[in-house]
C-alpha cells in the first residue's frame, strides 16, 4: 500500500481480556517496527522484525506481549489478559530495511483503552 | 529506556518567529533524526543526520549535530500555525548491532500561534 495501515485505529476492552492489533507496512519494506506511546510521553520501543523473523524482542514488557509477522508483510501484536497499564497508543512503522541510514514510515497508530 | 532529551518540554511562539528545540542523547550514535506528530498520532520523518556530518538543511528545518557533546537542535525557521506539533529527536545508537532500531526522546510540544 502507499503508507503504513494499522487496525483498528481505537480499541476499548475489558481488562483481562486479550487484543490483536494489525500492521500492514509499505509493500517491500522488509523491516517493522513495533512501539508504544503513552499519554503526552515519548516512543517506547517494543519488537524489530527484519523479513518473518525478530532479531529484537527486547521491548517486549511481559511475556503477555507477542507478535508475529507473515509472509514478510502483515505484522500482528497481540496482548494477553490486558491490564490497565496497558493503554496507550501502540504504533506501527516500516522502513526499506533493517540497515542503517533510513527514516521510518510510521502508522496512525491503535489507541488501546484497558477498562 | 530514551536516549534522547528534548528542551525544552514545551515551546509556545508567534507565527513569524524562530522555533528552536535541542536533544541530547547518551551514547555514541549512527545517526539520529528529527520527526514530527500531530494530535498524538503517527509520527512524520522530517531529516536525518549522519554522525559525521555537522548541518542539514529541508526547506524551513535546519538540524544541526554536536557529536563533541552529544547534541542536536532543530530550527523551524518563519513559523506557521501549521507547524504546531510535538517533536521527537531519536537516535540510533552506534553499538545497535548494525540495524536501525531507533530510541526516541520525550519530545517538544510547540505551539505557533497566529
Known amino acids: 500500500g502507499a503508507g503504513v495501515s494499522q487496525s483498528p485505529s481505537n480499541k476499548v476492552t475489558e481488562k483481562g481480556k486479550d487484543v490483536e492489533l494489525r500492521c500492514d507496512p509499505i509493500s517491500g519494506h522488509t523491516a517493522l517496527y513495533w512501539y508504544r506511546q503513552s499519554l503526552g510521553q515519548g516512543l517506547e520501543f517494543l519488537i524489530y522484525f527484519q523479513g518473518n523473523s525478530a532479531p529484537d524482542k527486547s521491548g517486549l514488557p511481559s511475556d503477555r506481549f507477542s507478535a508475529e509477522r507473515t509472509g514478510g508483510s502483515v505484522s500482528t501484536l497481540t496482548i494477553q489478559r490486558t491490564q490497565q497499564e496497558d493503554s496507550a497508543v501502540y504504533l506501527c512503522?516500516?522502513?526499506?530495511?533493517?540497515?542503517?541510514?533510513?527514516?521510518?514510515?510510521f502508522g496512525s497508530g491503535t489507541r488501546l483503552t484497558v477498562v | 529506556s530514551q536516549q534522547g532529551e528534548e528542551d525544552p518540554q514545551a515551546l509556545s511562539i508567534q507565527e513569524g518567529e524562530n522555533a528552536t528545540m535541542n536533544c541530547s542523547y547518551k551514547?555514541?550514535?549512527?545517526?539520529l533524526q528529527w520527526y514530527r506528530q500531530n494530535s498524538g498520532r503517527g509520527l512524520v520523518h522530517l531529516i536525518l543526520?549522519?554522525?559525521?556530518?555537522r548541518e542539514k538543511h529541508s526547506g524551513r528545518l535546519r538540524v544541526t549535530l554536536d557529536t563533541s557533546k552529544k547534541s542536536s537542535s532543530l530550527l523551524i525557521t518563519a513559523s506557521r500555525a501549521a507547524d504546531t506539533a510535538s517533536y521527537f529527536c531519536a537516535t540510533v545508537g552506534a553499538g545497535s548491532g548494525g540495524y536501525n532500531k531507533l530510541i526516541f526522546g520525550a519530545g517538544t510540544r510547540l505551539a505557533v500561534h497566529p
Open positions: 543526520i549522519r554522525s559525521n556530518e
Open positions: 551514547t555514541s550514535i549512527n545517526n
Open positions: 512503522a516500516s522502513s526499506p530495511t533493517g540497515y542503517l541510514g533510513y527514516g521510518y514510515t
